[in-house]
C-alpha cells in the first residue's frame, strides 16, 4: 500500500471512530463525502517540488445537501491527514455564525472523539482587534484633529472636533476593562457591537502597525491571538481574511496545508469585493493633514527627500476638487432628495475631460506615495536604532499610517477608471456615487465618491488562489444550479480544471414525503410589477390564516415587504415579526418563544433570512416565497459584466442570471426541512416557475419535494426542454 492510500485509509478510520464513539447514525451521504474528502487531500502533493516527484494538485467540489453534516465529513478527515502529514488544516467560511459553529461546537466535539489530541484556533482580520496605541492617543489628546472621514468622525462634534463626553466615556471604559483583564480587545467580546465610526478610529491596521517595535507589543491583542494560531492544527478563517492574506504569510502557505473552503458559493462574490476599488473625492483635510505628517516625520528622522510634498498635495487636492466639480456637473441634476444616485459609466469609458483631471491626480498621489513610502521606512529604521524614543516615533508611524489607505485608495482608484482593456479582455465596471449632504469643512453641498471592480471572479481566483493551492475541498449546500456543477466551476475559475472532482452528496432527507412545494398560487405576470405585488399581498392575505405555528415570508424588496405588513389586518399584526423591526437575535427569540407557546408566528424577511436562517421543526412549517430572487438589477457590477457579454454575442441573461437566481432559490428552499423530522409546505408565488423554460430548469435542480400546481391541483408536467451548455 503506497501512502495515498494509507493515508486516506487511516482518514476514513478516523471518521468511522467519530461516528461509532459518538453513537451518531452513519448517513450514506456523509460517509460518501468523507471519503471523497479522504481519497482527495491524501492524493495531493505538498511543499515545494524536489525536481524529481511528480507534483499532484487535487481539489474536490462538493455539494453537501442539507442533513448531509458536511462539517464533521470533511472536519474528521482532513484533521486525521494533517496529523499523518505533519502538516496544517485551514478552514474558511463566508459567514461569523458557521465560524463560531465550528470553533465552539463542532471542534470541541470532534476533539473529545478522535483518538488523538490537536488543537485549533480562531484567525480574525486585524480591524477586529483594538489598537492600544490609537486608544491611548485619543484618551491623552482627546482634541487632536480626527483621522476619520468627517461624516464618520469618531471623536468630532461639529467644526472644532472637540470629543463628545458619551464617545469619551466609552474610549475611558475600553481602556479600564482592559486594564483590569475584563476584556481582551477583541471587538466580539464587548457586550455589544461598538458604533462602526467608535471602532474604526481605535482599530488596529497593519499601515499603523510597528509590530514589535510598538512600546505597547507586550500586551497587543491583535499578536496575542497570532501566538495561538501558531500553535494550532487547525486554523478557522472567514474568506476575506483568506484573500485579503494571500502571499503575506500570516496564514499557513496554500501549497504547504490542507485547504476547505466551506460555504464556497460565497467565495466569486467576495473575490470581487475584495479586489475592488473606491474612493472618496469629498472632505480632503485629511491631504494637508497626511502633508503635515509627513514633513514632521522626515524632520524627526532627518529626511530631506520630501520637498516636493506640499505642491503634491495641493495638486491632489486641486484634481479631485476638479472630478467632483465634473461629475455633479454630469449627474448632479439627477439627484433626488436624500436618495444616493450611483452613475454607471457604459462600457467602461469616462466622460471628456475625465482622463485629464484622473491623471493629475494619479501623479500627484504617486509623489505623495513615493515620499510616504521613504518617511515610513525612514521611521521603521528608528525604532530600530532609537529604542528610547518608540513612544514617539510609534505615534508618529501610527499617525501616517491611519492616514496612508485613504492615498493608496485614490491612487488604485483612479488608475483603475483609466484603465482600458486590451482586445478581448474583459472591461472593469466603473462608476460614481453622488449623494446629497448639508456643507462639510469644505463647504461641499454633494459628497462624491469613485469606483471600479473587475466583473469577473474566475480569472482572478486562477491567479491568486488557485495557482498557489495544492489540496483543497469546497464545499456548500448550494453549488449546482439547475443540477449541474458548471456555473459555479466557471464563476469560481475552476471549469475544465483537469484536477476538480466533483461530488453530489445527498440530502438524508425524504422531501417527497416530508415537504409539498405549491406553484403557480399568482397568474399576474411579475413584469407588471405593481399588479403584481397587489396579487401577491391578496395571496397572502389568503394563505397566511392557515398557519398554525412557525412560518417565513421572504421578500425580494423591502418596499413590497414594507406594503404587505402594513395592510395586514389588525388582528394578524400581532402574528408578524419584521426583518429590521428588532435586532435579530432578539426578532427570532419572540418567534420561538412564540412557538414553543402554541401560538402562530410569521416571519417576514429579506435575503438575509433566506440564507443561514436555522429554522427547524415548527418554527418553520410554512415557508412563502414572494418572488423569484433574481439579483438586484441596479448591481453595477452585473450590469457592466451582462453589457460585455451582450456585446461578444452572448446571453447574460441564460448565462448569468438565470444559474444565479437557480442557486438562491435553492438557498430559500433550504430553509423549510431542516431534520429528517421536519415536515413542511412550501408556496412560491412566483407563476414564472411553471410558465417559461428557465423556470422548468430551475425546478430541475431543486430536491424533490411533491409539487402542487395550485392552478390545476395536480403535479405539473416534468421539464421537457434541454439545458443550455453555459448552464
Same mark, same amino acid.
Given at each position: 500500500m503506497n501512502n495515498t492510500e494509507d493515508w486516506a485509509g487511516q482518514a476514513l478510520a478516523a471518521f468511522d471512530t467519530v461516528i461509532d464513539a459518538g453513537g451518531l447514525r452513519m448517513r450514506p451521504g456523509q460517509r460518501a463525502m468523507a471519503e471523497h474528502v479522504a481519497r482527495t487531500l491524501a492524493a495531493a502533493s505538498l511543499g515545494k517540488p524536489d525536481g524529481y516527484a511528480e507534483l499532484r494538485r487535487r481539489l474536490a467540489v462538493v455539494q453537501a445537501g442539507t442533513g448531509v453534516g458536511k462539517s464533521l465529513a470533511y472536519l474528521a478527515p482532513a484533521i486525521a491527514l494533517a496529523r499523518a502529514r505533519q502538516t496544517r488544516v485551514v478552514v474558511?467560511?463566508?459567514?461569523?455564525?458557521?465560524?463560531e459553529q465550528l470553533v465552539n461546537q463542532d471542534l470541541p466535539a470532534l476533539a473529545r472523539r478522535l483518538p488523538f489530541e490537536f488543537r485549533y484556533a480562531l484567525a480574525k482580520g486585524r480591524g477586529r482587534y483594538v489598537c492600544r496605541l490609537k486608544l491611548e492617543r485619543w484618551l491623552t489628546d482627546p482634541d487632536a484633529p480626527t483621522d476619520a472621514d468627517d461624516e464618520d468622525d469618531l471623536l468630532a462634534t461639529g467644526a472644532a472636533g472637540v470629543v463628545s463626553a458619551d464617545r469619551l466615556?466609552?474610549?475611558?471604559?475600553?481602556?479600564?476593562?482592559?486594564?483590569?483583564? &475584563?476584556? =481582551?480587545?477583541?471587538?466580539?467580546?464587548?457586550?455589544?457591537?461598538?458604533?462602526?465610526?467608535?471602532?474604526?478610529?481605535?482599530?488596529? =491596521?497593519?499601515?499603523?502597525?510597528?509590530?514589535?517595535?510598538?512600546?505597547?507589543?507586550?500586551?497587543?491583542?491583535?499578536?496575542?491571538?497570532?501566538?495561538?494560531?501558531?500553535?494550532?492544527?487547525?486554523?478557522?478563517? *472567514?474568506?476575506?481574511?483568506?484573500?485579503?492574506?494571500?502571499?503575506?504569510?500570516?496564514?499557513?502557505?496554500?501549497?504547504?496545508?490542507?485547504?476547505?473552503? =466551506?460555504?464556497? !458559493?460565497?467565495?466569486?462574490?467576495?473575490?470581487?469585493?475584495?479586489?475592488?476599488?473606491?474612493? *472618496?473625492?469629498?472632505?480632503?483635510?485629511w491631504i494637508d493633514r497626511l502633508a503635515s505628517q509627513i514633513l514632521k516625520a522626515a524632520t524627526e528622522v532627518e529626511l530631506d527627500d520630501v520637498a516636493t510634498v506640499p505642491e503634491a498635495a495641493a495638486r491632489l487636492r486641486a484634481a479631485l476638487q476638479e472630478l467632483v466639480r465634473l461629475a455633479v456637473q454630469h449627474w448632479g441634476a439627477r439627484l433626488q432628495g436624500d436618495e444616493p444616485l450611483r452613475v454607471r459609466l457604459?462600457?467602461?469609458? %469616462?466622460?471628456?475631460?475625465? =482622463?485629464?483631471?484622473?491623471?493629475?491626480?494619479?501623479?500627484?498621489?504617486?509623489?505623495?506615495?513615493?515620499?510616504?513610502?521613504?518617511?515610513?521606512?525612514?521611521?521603521?529604521?528608528?525604532?530600530?536604532?532609537?529604542?528610547?524614543?518608540?513612544?514617539?516615533?510609534?505615534?508618529?508611524?501610527?499617525?501616517?499610517?491611519? %492616514?496612508?489607505?485613504?492615498?493608496?485608495?485614490?491612487?488604485?482608484?483612479?488608475?483603475?477608471?483609466?484603465?482600458?482593456?486590451?482586445?478581448?479582455?474583459?472591461?472593469?465596471?466603473?462608476?460614481?456615487?453622488?449623494?446629497?449632504?448639508?456643507?462639510?469643512?469644505?463647504?461641499?453641498?454633494?459628497?462624491?465618491?469613485?469606483?471600479?471592480?473587475?466583473?469577473?471572479?474566475?480569472?482572478?481566483?486562477?491567479?491568486?488562489?488557485?495557482?498557489?493551492?495544492?489540496?483543497a475541498v469546497l464545499t456548500s449546500a448550494t453549488l449546482t444550479s439547475c443540477g449541474r456543477f458548471d456555473f459555479f466551476l466557471r464563476e469560481v475559475g475552476l471549469a475544465d480544471d483537469a484536477d476538480v472532482e466533483t461530488l453530489e452528496a445527498h440530502s438524508p432527507f425524504d422531501h417527497a414525503r416530508q415537504g409539498a412545494l405549491v406553484l403557480g398560487g399568482v397568474t399576474v405576470d411579475p413584469k407588471d410589477g405593481a399588479a403584481y405585488q397587489r396579487a401577491v399581498q391578496a395571496a397572502l392575505l389568503r394563505d397566511l390564516p392557515s398557519v398554525r405555528r412557525g412560518a417565513l415570508v421572504l421578500f425580494t424588496s423591502r418596499v413590497h415587504l414594507q406594503q404587505v405588513a402594513a395592510e395586514l389586518p389588525p388582528e394578524w399584526r400581532d402574528r408578524v415579526l419584521v426583518q429590521g423591526s428588532l435586532p435579530r437575535t432578539r %426578532?427570532?427569540?419572540? !418567534?420561538?418563544?412564540?412557538?414553543?407557546?402554541?401560538?402562530p408566528s410569521i416571519l417576514f424577511g429579506l435575503q438575509s433570512f433566506g440564507e443561514g436562517l436555522d429554522l427547524p421543526g415548527a418554527l418553520c412549517e410554512d415557508l412563502f416565497i414572494t418572488k423569484l430572487p433574481f439579483a438586484p438589477p441596479d448591481d453595477p457590477v452585473g450590469e457592466a459584466r451582462a453589457e460585455w457579454l451582450r456585446a461578444c454575442g452572448r446571453d447574460p441573461f441564460m448565462e448569468?442570471?438565470?444559474?444565479?437566481?437557480?442557486?438562491?432559490?435553492?438557498?430559500?428552499?433550504?430553509?423549510?426541512? &431542516?431534520?429528517?423530522?421536519?415536515?413542511?409546505?412550501?408556496?412560491?408565488?412566483?407563476?414564472?416557475?411553471?410558465?417559461t423554460g428557465y423556470g422548468r430548469l430551475i425546478l430541475q435542480g431543486l430536491p424533490p419535494y411533491a409539487q402542487l400546481d395550485a392552478r390545476t391541483g395536480v403535479r405539473p408536467e416534468s421539464p421537457t426542454c434541454p439545458i443550455p451548455s453555459t448552464v
Open positions: 474558511s467560511t463566508a459567514t461569523v455564525a458557521l465560524q466615556a466609552w474610549l475611558r471604559a475600553r481602556a479600564q476593562d482592559l486594564a483590569l483583564g &475584563r476584556w =481582551d480587545g477583541d471587538r466580539d467580546e464587548l457586550p455589544e457591537p461598538p458604533e462602526p465610526a467608535w471602532w474604526s478610529a481605535v482599530a488596529a =491596521d497593519a499601515a499603523s502597525c510597528s509590530a514589535r517595535h510598538c512600546p505597547l507589543y507586550g500586551g497587543c491583542a491583535y499578536f496575542e491571538q497570532r501566538k495561538a494560531l501558531a500553535g494550532a492544527q487547525v486554523i478557522v478563517v *472567514n474568506h476575506d481574511l483568506l484573500l485579503s492574506t494571500l502571499g503575506s504569510r500570516q496564514l499557513p502557505e496554500l501549497d504547504q496545508c490542507l485547504l476547505v473552503l =466551506d460555504e464556497a !458559493h460565497h467565495l466569486p462574490a467576495i473575490a470581487l469585493e475584495q479586489f475592488a476599488r473606491r474612493a *472618496n473625492l469629498s472632505r480632503l483635510t457604459p462600457r467602461g469609458r %469616462l466622460p471628456e475631460g475625465f =482622463d485629464a483631471v484622473l491623471s493629475a491626480a494619479v501623479a500627484a498621489a504617486d509623489v505623495l506615495l513615493q515620499a510616504l513610502s521613504a518617511t515610513g521606512q525612514a521611521l521603521r529604521t528608528a525604532l530600530r536604532e532609537r529604542p528610547q524614543e518608540a513612544s514617539t516615533l510609534s505615534q508618529r508611524y501610527a499617525q501616517l499610517g491611519t %492616514l496612508a489607505p485613504r492615498l493608496e485608495a485614490v491612487y488604485d482608484t483612479a488608475r483603475w477608471l483609466l484603465h482600458e482593456p486590451a482586445a478581448g479582455e474583459a472591461p472593469l465596471a466603473k462608476w460614481f456615487t453622488l449623494a446629497a449632504s448639508g456643507p462639510g469643512r469644505g463647504g461641499e453641498t454633494v459628497r462624491v465618491s469613485a469606483h471600479a471592480s473587475p466583473i469577473q471572479s474566475a480569472g482572478l481566483l486562477r491567479s491568486q488562489l488557485w495557482t498557489h493551492v495544492r489540496a %426578532l427570532l427569540a419572540q !418567534h420561538r418563544e412564540r412557538v414553543a407557546a402554541g401560538e448569468l442570471v438565470v444559474p444565479a437566481t437557480a442557486i438562491r432559490l435553492l438557498q430559500w428552499i433550504g430553509r423549510a426541512i &431542516r431534520t429528517e423530522d421536519d415536515r413542511a409546505r412550501i408556496v412560491c408565488y412566483d407563476p414564472r416557475l411553471l410558465t
